[in-house]
C-alpha cells in the first residue's frame, strides 16, 4: 500500500454527522478513486477522478461528495451520516503499467456510524 | 449485469499444500482480469493482471490462468504459507482504466501450520 495514504485509520460518528475522509498518494497517478467495502460484497466505487480538476460517480455516490484539491489529494465527504454508511472505505490511485492500468490502494478507514 | 462469483468462500490448508481459487465472471465488454490479495485490516494488493489474449501468468508462487471463451480464471497457490493466509479477490475490467471494475466478493484462505 505504500504510496497512498488515508486518515483516519477509524472514525465513530453519529447519525446526523458530517466527517472528510482524506487520501494523499505520492505515486503521481492522475487518477484517484474511493470505494468502500461491506462483508459479503465485493468492493464498491463510489466517486473518481480521472484527471486533477475532474471527479465523477460511480456505482453507489449517494449520501457522498468528493474534491480533488490537487492531483496528491483526493477528499470523501459525508455530508450527514447514516447507519447505512457503516464500511470500509478504500482510496486508491491509478497508474499506466505496461500495457495496463495498475490501482494501488491506500490501508482503509474503518467508519461506524450510530 | 457484469459478475464475478469466487469459489470456493473460504478455505483451509495445511502449511505447505496447494491449492487452487475459481472465478468465474459476466462482464462484458471485457479488458483485462486481476488477482488481488487483501490482508485483514489492510488494501487489496495486484498479484496479477492478464489481457484477453493471455493464458496464464505467474507472480513467485502465484500462478493465475485465464479461460476467456468459458470465462473462466484460476489462482493457483504453490507450497503454502503461513503469510499467504489473506482474502483473494478476483476483479475483471470493464475498460482499459479502472472506472469500469467489477469486484468479486473474494475467498477467504487460511493457512495453518
Known amino acids: 500500500n505504500a504510496g497512498v495514504t488515508q486518515t483516519p485509520k477509524f472514525q465513530v460518528l453519529k447519525t446526523g454527522q458530517s466527517m472528510t475522509l482524506q487520501c494523499a498518494q505520492d505515486m503521481n497517478h492522475n487518477s484517484m478513486y474511493w470505494y468502500r467495502q461491506d462483508p459479503g460484497m465485493g468492493l464498491r466505487l463510489i466517486y473518481y477522478s480521472a484527471s486533477e480538476g475532474t471527479t465523477d460517480k460511480g456505482e453507489v455516490p449517494n449520501g457522498y461528495n468528493v474534491s480533488r484539491l490537487n492531483k496528491r489529494e483526493f477528499s470523501l465527504r459525508l455530508e450527514s451520516a447514516a447507519p447505512s454508511q457503516t464500511s470500509v472505505y478504500f482510496c486508491?490511485?491509478?497508474?499506466?503499467?505496461?500495457?495496463?492500468?495498475?490501482?494501488?490502494f491506500g490501508p482503509g478507514t474503518r467508519l461506524t456510524v450510530t | 449485469k457484469n459478475q464475478v462469483e469466487q469459489s470456493p468462500q473460504s478455505l483451509i490448508i495445511l502449511e505447505g499444500k496447494n491449492c487452487t481459487l475459481q472465478?468465474?465472471?459476466?462482464?462484458?465488454?471485457?479488458?483485462?482480469l486481476r488477482w488481488y490479495k487483501q490482508d485483514t485490516g489492510r488494501g487489496p494488493v495486484s498479484l496479477t493482471i492478464?489481457?484477453?489474449?493471455?493464458n496464464t501468468k505467474s507472480n513467485g508462487r502465484y500462478t493465475a490462468t485465464l479461460d476467456a471463451d468459458t470465462k473462466q480464471s484460476s489462482l493457483h497457490i504453490t507450497a503454502s504459507q503461513l503469510s499467504d493466509s489473506a482474502s483473494y479477490i478476483c476483479?475483471?475490467?470493464?475498460?482499459?482504466?479502472?472506472?469500469?471494475?467489477?469486484f468479486g466478493t473474494g475467498t477467504r484462505l487460511t493457512i495453518i501450520p
Open positions: 486508491a490511485g491509478g497508474l499506466i503499467a505496461g500495457s495496463s492500468y495498475e490501482q494501488y
Open positions: 492478464m489481457t484477453f489474449s493471455e
Open positions: 472465478c468465474n465472471y459476466t462482464v462484458s465488454p471485457f479488458s483485462n
Open positions: 476483479v475483471v475490467s470493464a475498460n482499459f482504466g479502472n472506472e469500469k471494475l467489477t
